[in-house]
Structure formats: structure tokens, C-alpha cells
């Protein structure tokens, strides 16, 4: 039976540029809408039932930020991208899952593609797409289904804690951006366990016989952190340095500081990125001291028995002549010699250290 699954790259085959198609797999999420609108002394929270009910936030004077869950909506994007007037690749970009870490700079607006990393309750690391666009006195985000590392943003906007009410819709964007890097070190410190949990398996009497494939599943999950984080760092510094009326002096030094938090996630990867690929090669040691040691013993034990051997052979040949074979003693004398032998080649290991 042939197989009729489309991967994301055949559902963008063939189309025009600009098109936007859902190219990931959470296709069953509801579409999700809310809004925070603020000002310093000033806020409103809602739920909305539908997309056009944002659109009057897009001249609003207060700060708004507009949350979207549901990228497989793909009607929806499309219907505020055109209120927004945003531009038609950057609507394929947001339903684009595989598009990596970017900024583009447009003259009203700019629009930011990052990855939202975490391991889920099994411990599988599930990388989501999150996109933003930054206006004047807006941020819309883009996510792909519900949940994210945003809630001690909507609380410091309910409760009016720390800067955010008080500053621009920049500084929102470096608070979003803050939190989903802020995420990225509980996921390298549990990615630091995973590796611990592993090399203490290695140095075990008997190591997991799956150890292997979980080595290379670390090793795949700790590429793809790679990759979701490293293009993060130029996002950042691009940002930071940009000349955009969006962007102002004050949210500069804030990006500043979050372009090094970056710096250090990235060293971090690369850290881990160098132990796990260190595991192998630890396990193969491992395993071929192991059978060292096995080949060692054999190999001892071998030795100790040729002598014997060739012993007990020569007093088995049939010919009549042998000078020994009437001897009445000659079964004693003979074992007494092999003893003697394998007791000399014990201590002769022994003084060695071969034993």
C-alpha cells in the first residue's frame, strides 16, 4: 500500500512563495486568542473568540500584546497578516515550523522567528515554533499549540511588577524573548543530568545493554538544541544593534545583556555537545577493557595449560620403546611434575602482576 503521508517539505513543493501552509504536527489544537492591553496604569486582559476581534488593537494607544495558539488556523494568519499588512513571506515563515531562528527588519514592523525548547512529561525534548511581530504599540506571537514559558510575563503585566508596564512594545519583545532563553538553561541543566545518568552507567559493573541507543539519542537531542539555539545569537546581536525606530536606547541595553545569556547557552551546548560525544568513545573504552580483561584471563589460563599439555601428550603417544612406560612410579612422578609446573607458573604470573 502506498504510503499517502505528506513530509513538510511535499506540503511546500510546487506552491508560490508566500503561501502559507501548517507544516507541523499539532493539528489538533483549537485556535487559542488572547490579548494583554497596558499601560502603566492601566490593564486588560481577554480571551478572544475570533481573530477579527484584534484587529482594533492594532492602533490602540495602550501596549498590546496578542497571543496566538493554533498555527495549523492557517485562515487566521492569513486574515491578520492582511489586517496588519504584514508581508505575505512572513505569514509563510510563521506556519513554517522548519524555518530556523531569523529577523527580518520591515519599515513598520519587525518580525523575529525563535524555538521554544522544554522536555515533555516522558522526557522527549519537543521544539515548538514561536514567531513575533513587533509594531509600534503591539506584539503578536505566534505559537504552535497551548502552553509555553510565558507566565511570569502575563504576571509581571497583571500584578504591574518590574518594568514592563512602564516601557514600549520593544521591551515586551526583549521580556518574550528573555523568557523563552531563560527556559533554554532548565533545559541544559537537565540535558548536564542526562549525561551524569549516562557516564554513571558506563562505569557500572554491567552496563545497560540500551546504553548504546541512548547515547545516540542524546546525541541527536543535544544537535537539535544546537541548531534551534545557535542562529539565536545572531537574531539577538542584530537586534541589539539595529538602528530601527522600533527598537529604543533604553530595550538596548536589556538586549545587550540577553545577547550575553545567549553566548552562555551556547558554550553550554557546546559543552555537552562534546561530552556526549565523548560517551561513545567512553563506552567503547569500556567495553574493550572489559574484554581485555576476558582475553587477559583466557590468554593466562591458555598459558598454564600448553606446558601441561604437551605433558600429558607425549606420555600418550602408543609406541612401546617410550623409556617410562614400565615404570611403576611413572603416573605419580608425571603428576607431580604438571603440579609442579602449573604451581610455578602461578607464582611466576604472580611476581609478573600478570594475575
Excluded at 507541523?24 to 499601560?39: A, H, P, R
Excluded at 514561536?130 to 509581571?156: A, K, M, P, W
Excluded at 595449560?305 to 609406541?319: E, Q, V
Aim: charged share 30%.
Amino acid at each position: 500500500m502506498k504510503n499517502t503521508a505528506s513530509s513538510p517539505a511535499e506540503k511546500q513543493f510546487g506552491l508560490a512563495p508566500g503561501t502559507v501552509v501548517y507544516t507541523g504536527d499539532k493539528t489538533s489544537g483549537d485556535l487559542y486568542i488572547e490579548v494583554f492591553d497596558y499601560s502603566e496604569d492601566f490593564f486588560e486582559e481577554k480571551e478572544l473568540n475570533s481573530i477579527e476581534e484584534a484587529f482594533k488593537y492594532s492602533d490602540s494607544e495602550p501596549i498590546t500584546w496578542i497571543n496566538v495558539n493554533g498555527l495549523n488556523h492557517t485562515e487566521a494568519i492569513e486574515k491578520i497578516g492582511e489586517h496588519y499588512d504584514l508581508h505575505p513571506l512572513i505569514l509563510e515563515d510563521i506556519a513554517n515550523t522548519d524555518q530556523r531562528p531569523k529577523i527580518d527588519e520591515y519599515e513598520k514592523y519587525l518580525f523575529v522567528v525563535l524555538k521554544m525548547l522544554y522536555f515533555d512529561k516522558d522526557e522527549k525534548l519537543c521544539i515548538e515554533h514561536i514567531s513575533f511581530v513587533l509594531g509600534n504599540t503591539y506584539v503578536i506571537s505566534f505559537q504552535e499549540s497551548d502552553g509555553d514559558v510565558f507566565d511570569s510575563i502575563r504576571n509581571r503585566i497583571r500584578l504591574g511588577k518590574g518594568r514592563v508596564r512602564s516601557m514600549g512594545s520593544d521591551y515586551l519583545l526583549y521580556a518574550l524573548m528573555d523568557a523563552a532563553v531563560d527556559n533554554y538553561f532548565n533545559l541544559i541543566e537537565a540535558m548536564g543530568d542526562k549525561i551524569e545518568e549516562l557516564e554513571d552507567n558506563l562505569f557500572e559493573e554491567k552496563p545497560n545493554d540500551d546504553i548504546t541507543y541512548d547515547i545516540q539519542s542524546l546525541k541527536r537531542e543535544v544537535l537539535k538544541i544546537r541548531r534551534a539555539v545557535f542562529p539565536l545569537r545572531e537574531v539577538v546581536n542584530r537586534i541589539e544593534k539595529s538602528e530601527h525606530h522600533l527598537i529604543t536606547e533604553k530595550t538596548q541595553f536589556y538586549l545587550r545583556d540577553l545577547y550575553d545569556h545567549i553566548i552562555q547557552v551556547s558554550e553550554n551546548i557546546e559543552i555537552y555537545r562534546e561530552m556526549t560525544w565523548g560517551l561513545m568513545d567512553m563506552y567503547m573504552t569500556t567495553i574493550s577493557n572489559k574484554m581485555n580483561e576476558v582475553m587477559k584471563v583466557l590468554t593466562i589460563m591458555a598459558s598454564i595449560f600448553i606446558p601441561l599439555t604437551f605433558l600429558a601428550g607425549i606420555y600418550g603417544m602408543n609406541f612401546e620403546n617410550i623409556p617410562e612406560l614400565k615404570f611403576k612410579y611413572g603416573y605419580h612422578i608425571l603428576w607431580g611434575i604438571m603440579i609442579a609446573v602449573f604451581i610455578g607458573l602461578l607464582y611466576y604470573f604472580k611476581r609478573k602482576k600478570w594475575l
